[in-house]
C-alpha cells in the first residue's frame, strides 16, 4: 500500500509542476501580449497625431499652389511630394506585414485617402512644369 501511495504523490507532482509550467508560460504569453498591444496602442496615437499634419501640408501646398509659381518652384516642391508619397507608399505596404492590417484598417484607409490627394496635386503640378516648359520653348522658338 505505500509504494501505491508514493506513486500516487509521484504522479500528482508531475501534474502540479505540468501545470505550474503552463502557468508560467501563460503569465509569460500574456506579458508578451500585453506589450504588443501597448505598442499598438502607442503607434496608433502616433498616426492619430500624423494624419492631420498630412492634411496641414496638403493645404499649405494648395495654397503655394493658387498663384503661380515658377518652374525652379515647382520642381522643388515636386521633388518634396515624390519623396512623400514614396514615404508613405511603404507606411501602407508595411501595415500588410504581420497581424498589423487588422489592427490598424482606419488608418490605411485615411492614408489611401491622403496618398490620392497628394497624388493629385503632385500631377496638378507636373501639369504645370509641362506647361510652363512647352510655353518657354514656344516663346525661345518665336
Known amino acids: 500500500m505505500n509504494l501505491v501511495i508514493e506513486d500516487n504523490f ?72 515624390n519623396n512623400l508619397v514614396f514615404t508613405t507608399t511603404r507606411l501602407i505596404q508595411s501595415f500588410a506585414e504581420g497581424k498589423l492590417k487588422d489592427c490598424f484598417v482606419n488608418e490605411i484607409k485615411e492614408y489611401n485617402v491622403l496618398l490620392n490627394d497628394i497624388n493629385e496635386i503632385l500631377i496638378d503640378i507636373q501639369n504645370r512644369m509641362t506647361c510652363d516648359s512647352e510655353m518657354t520653348d514656344l516663346l525661345n522658338s518665336l
Open 10 to 81: 509521484i504522479e500528482l507532482q508531475k501534474k502540479a509542476t505540468h501545470v505550474l509550467v503552463e502557468q508560467k508560460l501563460i503569465l509569460f504569453e500574456h506579458g508578451q501580449v500585453d506589450t504588443f498591444l501597448d505598442k499598438i496602442n502607442e503607434i496608433r496615437a502616433t498616426h492619430t497625431k500624423l494624419i492631420p499634419y498630412y492634411k496641414t501640408v496638403i493645404e499649405m501646398v494648395v495654397s503655394f499652389l493658387e498663384k503661380s509659381q515658377p518652374i525652379e518652384e515647382l520642381v522643388s516642391v515636386s521633388e518634396s511630394i
